[in-house]
């Protein structure tokens, strides 16, 4: 049965606003981690050194033998959050696009990611011994939001098969990461840190500016 087109319209629009979560929690997370870094003046901010949660520390701290002060240390914590909430709420709109079981567990990853990062906005990671609100927060994000990118991937992979193979490639590529980091058997955990969380940012653009196509062809349809 045809579906009407009114009906194909407000998916199609809801679709475009989805793509528009995606794409906006990209930006303002790659804005927030730009802006805060660039504040920092003694110590400088180092990309390869210092942890991305180190940018929402106000400080003056010593972590783990890191001096800290991160004057602009609100705006990276908004970041988070903003990341968190637009991610979750880009799943809930682009829901009908998506196939098969694995769409709903995609869509509690991502919520499980909103939630991560709620966390680490609200607690700053002013420590790292045992566990803490942060760090808790943090595996929430970053196993969220990659497994989120993984069955985001599977849930579109026939229609869409290279933005799906893709995200399943990017989720994979950012859970290695994270085990990589974890286990410090290359060194360099801000490096691996940054990758497991840059995997998400990628599919946040790839995704959302897809759905924006595929939006527009369907507003197109006569």
């Known amino acids: 049965m045809p579906v ?6 407000r998916v199609s629009r809801r679709i475009a606003f989805g793509a528009a979560s995606f794409i906006l929690g990209a ?20 990309y390869a050194y210092n942890y ?12 783990d033998g890191r001096e800290v002060l991160s004057p602009l240390a609100w705006v ?7 990341h968190g909430l637009l991610f979750a709420l880009g799943y809930v709109l682009v829901l ?3 196939e ?5 567990i995609a869509l509690a990853a991502a919520v499980i990611h909103g939630i991560g990062n709620m966390m680490i906005g609200y607690f700053p990671g002013i420590s790292y011994d045992g566990p803490s609100p942060h760090l808790i927060g943090a595996g929430l ?3 969220g939001g990659n497994l989120a990118a993984i069955l985001g991937g599977l849930s579109v992979r026939r229609a869409y098969p290279g933005v799906g193979w893709g995200g399943v490639g990017l989720g994979i590529f950012g859970m290695v990461a994270l085990g990589i980091m974890v286990s410090g058997i290359f060194g360099h955990p801000a490096v691996f840190e940054r990758l ?3 995997s998400m940012t990628a599919w946040d653009l790839i995704f959302g500016f897809n759905m924006l196509l595929v939006s527009g062809k369907m507003l197109r349809r006569k």
């Open 4 to 9: 009407p087109i009114f009906k194909e319209k």
């Open 27 to 46: 930006a303002a997370y790659v804005a927030a981690e730009a802006i805060s870094a660039s504040a920092w003046e003694e110590p400088t901010y180092r």
């Open 52 to 63: 991305i949660s180190d940018l929402g520390v106000a400080g003056p701290l010593a972590i």
């Open 76 to 82: 990276m914590n908004l970041g988070f959050m903003a």
């Open 96 to 98: 009908p696009l998506l």
């Open 100 to 104: 098969g079981k694995a769409k709903f």
């Open 141 to 143: 994000a970053i196993i």
């Open 196 to 198: 497991s969380v840059y």
